[in-house]
Structure formats: C-alpha cells, structure tokens
C-alpha cells in the first residue's frame, strides 16, 4: 500500500474547568469520526472538502471542548488515546442518532424490499452490525439477502434479481469485477493459523480454502507459486466458518482478510515461510441509484472503516 505522508503536528490541548463545561460540536465530531476512520487528516480532508489545517483545526476545537487530547501525535503516526477511543464510541452514536432524527423528520425512512446480495465474509463478519443501524434508521424496510461467490451474485444482479451486492476482489488477481463498482475499503489478506500451533518448515503447507472460484484461494496459491513454497489443499469448504475452523485446529492455514482474525488466530508470514498476499478489496455494485440502496452501501462503508482503522495506528 501506498505510503502515508506526514501529517502536520497540531500543538496539544489544555484541560480545565471551562473546557470540560464546553458542548460538543455536531460539525466537530463528524471529522473526529472522519479522521479515525480514513487513517489520517489528508483522507479526511478530501473526503470532507476541506484542507489538511481545517480539519487540524476542527481536532484542536473539538479537544478544547472535551478537555481533553483525543490524538496522540507523532511526525509521522496519529493514534487515539484513551479519551479518544471514549469519544469515539460517543460521537459515533451522537452522529448515528442525528442521522436516524433527521430522516424521521423529513419522512425519509425507507419502505419496500431491498434485495441483498453478499460474500460470505460479508454476511458473517460485518453485515449484521450494518443491519442494526440501517433498521434504526429505516425501521420499515425489508432485506432478502442471497449469500454466495461474488461472480456468481453479480450474474444475479445482471439479471435482475439482486439490487445491491456487497463483494471482493484481490488488488493482483486480475478479475475486473472492480471497474464498475464503488471500492468501500481494503485490507490486507493474512495467512491465519492456529495461536497454539507450530507450522511445519519443511512440510507442505496445508490449506483451509475456498473450492473454485475465489479470489482468496486464487491469491493464495499464485504467492505460494511464485515463492516456490511447497503447498496441498489440507481442508476445503464452501463455508468460511469451516475455514476458519481449520485454522483454529491447527489443521489448516486459511488466508482471510486480517480484520476476520480473531481470538485463537494468529498471523503468519514470512518468518514462518509464507510469502506476502495482496490486499483484499471490498466493494459494492448497485443494480441502480435508489435511497434505500445508497443508506446500505453507506452503513457498510463507514463499519468497514471503523472495523479497518480504528483499532490499529492511525497514518
């Protein structure tokens, strides 16, 4: 991935009496959200039409009104403190909330059945913490969700029976699924095993996969290839929980997106002999423009940045 610039320093912040009595600026804590969730203030700026020092200054307002210093700076790395990991969670529900008080007002809340194609990883790891927004904010909406191989749901789409598909794709795979949808975020893809288990140097490497097509097994093993690694198919399922069961066994290696690592999972690399995969790529294709389409795609963007950047070192 691309080399973050250095992000300018912003002179720290006093606490004190007036500052903790200030309120919090609506304006304010949507570029606080901003900022954690694009990884930096250049992002921030571009996706907020606003410049590198506007978006300072909103930080620098916003911490005076708290009392308190939300980011900790460095010449080159921006990360939350403590308070601001505490705001974070706050301002994203005070932001949330105005969102679903402003459509209740102005009747914008959506009706009719939305039909909702999704990959596995989608489906199991991120949409259901999307659909508790979106039915906050449209509580009369319907969802038909199709799960399946994102080729295979976009085939779908063609023909009319989905409206929006939320899938992926590999950044060196070349499959051009990518050229008319939106790319929400990307992620590196990570070679997941087994916390409490030893991988094998000289062996094989034995592979939790997908069957064909998918761009995770296709990724995997084109790496594999390249590096000269020796490899075998330990464990195939059409389930991404079945793979990440494998790996939790010590069975099989399973290459995931590394936000799905989770408690018992460890990464592998190339101290234990695996080569580098590409980023994995998230996307969202919409059969045609319509509100309720655009409010999904939406919540599913600003979750998989949420998820994507705010538990790691901001750029």
Not at 111 to 135: I, K, M, Y
């Amino acid at each position: 991935m691309q080399k973050a610039p250095a992000i300018e320093s912003v002179e720290s912040t006093e606490t004190g009496p007036a500052a903790a009595s200030a309120s919090l600026d609506i304006v304010l804590l949507r570029t606080f959200l901003q900022v954690v969730d694009a990884g930096g203030f250049a992002l921030a700026g571009e996706q907020l039409a606003l410049t590198p020092s506007a978006v300072s200054g909103h930080i620098r307002r916003l911490e005076e009104s708290a009392g308190a210093r939300l980011l900790a700076r460095t010449t080159r790395r921006l990360e939350l403190t403590p308070a601001g990991e505490t705001l974070y969670i706050y301002a994203r529900n005070i932001v949330d909330l105005e969102r679903e008080a402003r459509a209740r007002l102005h009747g914008h809340a959506m009706h009719g059945r939305l039909r909702v194609g999704a990959s596995e990883d989608f489906a199991g790891t991120w949409l259901p913490r999307v659909l508790q927004t979106f039915r906050r904010w449209h509580p009369d909406a319907a969802i038909e969700l199709k799960v399946g191989i994102t080729a295979d749901l976009l085939r779908q789409q063609g023909r009319g029976k989905l409206d929006v598909v939320f899938g992926k794709q590999c950044a060196r795979i070349s499959d051009d699924i990518g050229d008319e949808g939106e790319l929400l975020w990307e992620e590196p893809l990570v070679w997941a095993y087994s916390a409490v288990s030893a991988l094998e140097a000289d062996a094989p490497v034995p592979l939790a996969v997908f069957p064909d097509p998918c761009v995770y097994r296709e990724s995997a093993l084109a790496a594999l290839a390249a590096s000269g690694r020796p490899w075998r198919i330990a464990f195939e399922s059409g389930s991404m929980a079945g793979c990440v069961a494998a790996a939790l066994a010590g069975f099989a290696v399973a290459p995931i997106a590394r936000s799905q690592l989770r408690d018992g999972l460890r990464e592998l690399g190339v101290a234990d002999g695996l080569p580098e995969l590409p980023d994995a790529q998230f996307y969202a294709f919409a059969r045609k423009v319509a509100p309720a389409v655009t409010a999904l795609v939406e919540a599913v963007r600003e979750l998989g940045a949420r998820n994507r950047f705010a538990s790691v070192a901001l750029r």
